[in-house]
């Protein structure tokens, strides 16, 4: 099994789009059948006398969760090739609040203020207007200081799997039992404030439980951004390692896809590594470049025209493996695009195959190469969607 | 035939049906498309091509929506448009058999309707604002970014109740 299929090639981008609107009508769907289209059932979230928000939340963050990653896990989805939303620490957390202000005041998020929308609320509407001019309020007041606030605390693509050092499908099921243990809280959260059907006891009762959920919420927050927890990455220059040609070759021929492979060579190129992509060499010193484009946990491998050429100074954030190309393409073109003179050694036989794969050029005397140590694969098209808001 | 019964609602799901039916469509946004679903990023895009046509200037040179209109790119092609679509369709069909289809302004029982008209529009400014700054919204960002563990979405979405509760005694005026 290929997952995703979009991503390997399955359909194109018309049948894509297309199923897309399927997979939207079943979120619009299921959000207003757990009545989302009411502003005061989702508000009644945060008086703890309905817990649907949280049941709902819950219930389908974990049912994915355990099915993305067990999927991942028996080897049928290539994590690889989906989403993870990139961590920007700061903006997320001060955006995080800003948007739980905003949902209590307006009683939606901008998902269910358009399920609300569209079965004729009218406050729903006026919540997607002042959702709209948010927008715009943002992309306008959009200065070089809000800017940099808003790419802060840049950690990639990073999962609290990796945070907290556990394998993601056992962490997974255990946010799945202790969401079990939160719905049965919950329901006893639920029934206890309802009990009094004065309006007034409710009230203290539900100040009692804002404590709890209040001191719940700031330790789980407080933990996060501890130094113990999550501690914010600065960006900083590195000296890259230096990677083979050979090296490089045999991992394009095994069909390893945990390397990237950036061109820095400018201008129309008549050769290149398949599989590398062009560059423009100045993005390499942008922190954000790395952090929106590369996925953490590949290695990359920069490639110049040979070991003369500059480079801009590399500026990557933590945990990222970033390699230059041995003697650049000057090398790649001598080691691997060139017949070697004479076969003697194991390498020269290895370098023949090699050169073989990469021209495709027939050989001088087609040497008997013994079962070469790789395996060429086939190569899918495998696309990298590029997600999120 | 109804009469005065007209209106009156269907039994909502079972929370933890509609969940779980929420949490299958998840996955499958994952396993079909390689991502998860959102509603602010669509939402922005159907802003920008539409300002883009008055203005386009103004639009190809912002720092912040450039991008959407850079190159040709033509910001309503995108998954996040065709979600939105989607969401569109679906509540309504939703509201539809659930007899919950209704024009009205929703309020809490000592609101009024100037109060709740103000309340929802500066609620949604502040949620536009903050869905730019957070990259997403809670669809995008605690329901997707929760399903793949992403560190930034979980602190969002802690963040998000965080507020939401911090803020919740204050405006009870507005619900209770």
Redesign the interface.
Known sequence: MSLPFFNNGFFGLDTGLALTVLLGFGFGFFLERAGFGSAKKLAAQFYLYDMTVFKVMFTAITTAMVGIWGLAKIGWLNIDLIWINPTFLWPQIVGGVILGLGFIISGYCPGTSLVASVSGKIDGMLTVLGVIIGILLFGFVYTPELAAFHTSGSMGRLTIAQVFGFDPMILSLIIAAVAAVCFIFAEWVEKTVRKDTDLDAGVVKTRLGYVLVGVVVVSAALFIISPSGLAPVKAESITPEKFGSLELARHIVEGRNNIVIYDLRQGELEKSIPGAVQLEAEKVSDPTFWTESVPVHKKVVLVASSSQEKVPEIRVPDSYRVFMLEGGFENWENTILTEPEKIVTEEDKERQALYAYFTGAATKAAPKVAAPAFKPKAGGKKKKVSGGC | MKTEDTHTPNK??N??V????????????????????????G??RV??QT?DFFAHDLIKD????GKYVADGVQPL?N??V??????????????LA?N?????????PRASKKT??I???????????????????????????????????????????????????F??R???
Do not use: D
């Open positions: 909502l799901w929370p933890y509609a969940g779980f039916g929420l949490g299958l469509v998840l996955l499958a946004a994952f396993v079909v498309m390689g991502q998860g679903l959102g509603a602010s990023g939402l922005a802003v920008v300002l912002n720092g912040h929506f092609m998954f996040m065709f979600l939105g679509l989607g969401v569109l369709l679906g509540g309504f069909i939703s509201a659930g919950r289809l209704k024009l009205q302004l929703e309020r809490g709740r008209i309340a929802a529009i500066s609620g949604g400014i502040l949620m536009g604002f903050a869905a730019r700054l957070a990259y997403g919204c809670t669809s995008g960002q605690a329901l997707t970014g929760g399903a793949t563990l992403a560190a930034g979405s979980w602190a969002f979405m802690l963040a998000v109740f965080a507020g939401g509760y911090a803020l919740a005694w405006v009870r507005l619900w209770i």
